[in-house]
């Protein structure tokens, strides 16, 4: 497995080495000793809790995050594609509104490491796609807030054919300036 750092200090995007064949293929997808270098973490998260979600295209989800029980994710791609955006949402940050976008799929089997700290979306660019992320600290639905996905002043650029399909909660989204974030 290897890292690849993105813009935003301690967002990254890990690659597995992939042994395939014409039977298939074998990765690592999780090695917490080496997931711990590769992060540039001090220590191993807890992973508390599992999520798997299926979505069809121009499915947008997000930007959540929790404001108490910050959770950490790691992200990826088991059928499909998607866009997956991660925005620092931490005040005190030298990168507070700043995003990366990235692509994660089946195909290119990468995985995201979002720190508590980010609001976090997708939208689906296949057909459908499956998403599985491992999270640091239970949902807790009396925290969850949610940037508005269009918010002009983060200026994300979803790659989406006409209007995404949003959640009432994800249509409701505040805008950056006007929403709780972290010190």
Not at 1 to 23: C, H, N, S, Y
Not at 97 to 123: D, E, I, M
Request: charged share 25%; with cysteine; proline share 4%.
């Amino acid at each position: 497995m290897k890292a690849v750092q993105t813009a935003i200090d301690g967002v990254v995007i890990l690659e597995p080495k992939v042994f395939g064949d014409d039977r298939g293929f074998f990765y690592e997808s999780y090695n917490e000793r080496r997931f711990v270098e590769l992060a540039g973490l001090a220590a191993a998260p807890r992973f508390v809790q599992d999520n798997h979600s299926k979505s069809a295209k121009n499915v947008l989800r997000g930007l959540h995050y929790q404001i108490r029980q910050a959770q950490g994710k790691l992200v990826r791609v088991v059928a499909g594609e998607v866009f997956d955006v991660v925005v620092d949402i931490r005040r005190s940050s030298p990168t507070f509104g700043r995003s990366v976008g990235v692509t994660l799929s089946a195909a290119n089997q990468r995985q995201l490491w979002v720190p508590a700290g980010f609001a976090h979306g997708f939208v689906v660019t296949s057909e459908s796609a499956e998403f599985l992320y491992k999270t640091t600290d239970y949902w807790a639905p009396e925290h969850e807030r949610c940037i508005l996905w269009n918010d002009p002043a983060l200026g994300i650029e979803w790659p989406v054919d006409g209007e995404p399909v949003l959640s009432d909660k994800d249509r409701q989204g505040k805008l950056l300036s006007e929403a709780e974030v972290f010190e």
